[in-house]
């Protein structure tokens, strides 16, 4: 039996660094800028729509986000670096994707996966621990359970374990690879 893989590299982005715009003022878009804010709370984002849901006012009114009430044109790209389609019309999220492709942009298209540079996975976060989950855009629900888990099995004090260790690291002499090997002795019995 061939097992497939996931192909995904996963990566921590600064978000925070980073301009991203979401396209789209409903449910979608929500749930989009929900993820991303609660992942990155200082996110630089925009959204751009015709009309936003009450909700999504809301959200961006309490962090203080850019809205724009206007139809999608290519030039909201400008000095973009990650673009979010979340809107209810397909050809609309087509023309997204294909005008982020020209300007070299990431871009999302909500539940299109073939439209996609990146997945919004499962994120848990622990203090300075953050794991993300990915199934390769096959189910969300999978890796919803398994960030339930791990927000279960991490204990909430890990950051002072992660605080120790950084204290100690900066403490080891020697080269890159003893440095290594201390760390390991040090906490090879962590998950035991």
Do not use: W
Request: glycine share 6%; charged share 20%; proline share 3%.
């Amino acid at each position: 039996m061939l097992v497939e893989k996931n192909e995904l590299y996963p990566i921590f982005l600064k978000v925070n660094q980073l301009n991203t715009i979401i396209v789209g003022g409903g449910k979608v878009a929500l749930e989009k800028l929900s993820f991303l804010l609660k992942s990155s709370p200082n996110a630089k984002v925009a959204l751009i729509a015709l009309d936003f849901s009450s909700e999504l006012l809301a959200l961006t009114k309490k962090h203080k986000i850019l809205t724009m009430q206007r139809p999608y044109t290519s030039n909201i790209l400008h000095k973009q670096h990650m673009v979010i389609a979340a809107t209810n019309d397909s050809e609309v999220n087509a023309q997204i994707y294909k005008d982020a492709k020209e300007k070299q942009l990431l871009v999302n298209v909500a539940d299109t996966p073939h439209l996609c540079d990146f997945y919004l996975g499962g994120i848990v976060t622990k203090g300075n621990v953050k794991i993300a989950i990915s199934t390769n855009g096959k189910s969300p629900t999978t890796a919803k359970r398994l960030r339930q888990f791990f927000e279960e099995v991490i204990p909430e004090d890990i950051n002072l374990l992660v605080g120790n260790l950084h204290r100690f690291r900066k403490t080891i002499k020697g080269n890159f690879e003893s440095k290594v090997n201390a760390l390991n002795k040090l906490t090879e019995g962590l998950l035991n």
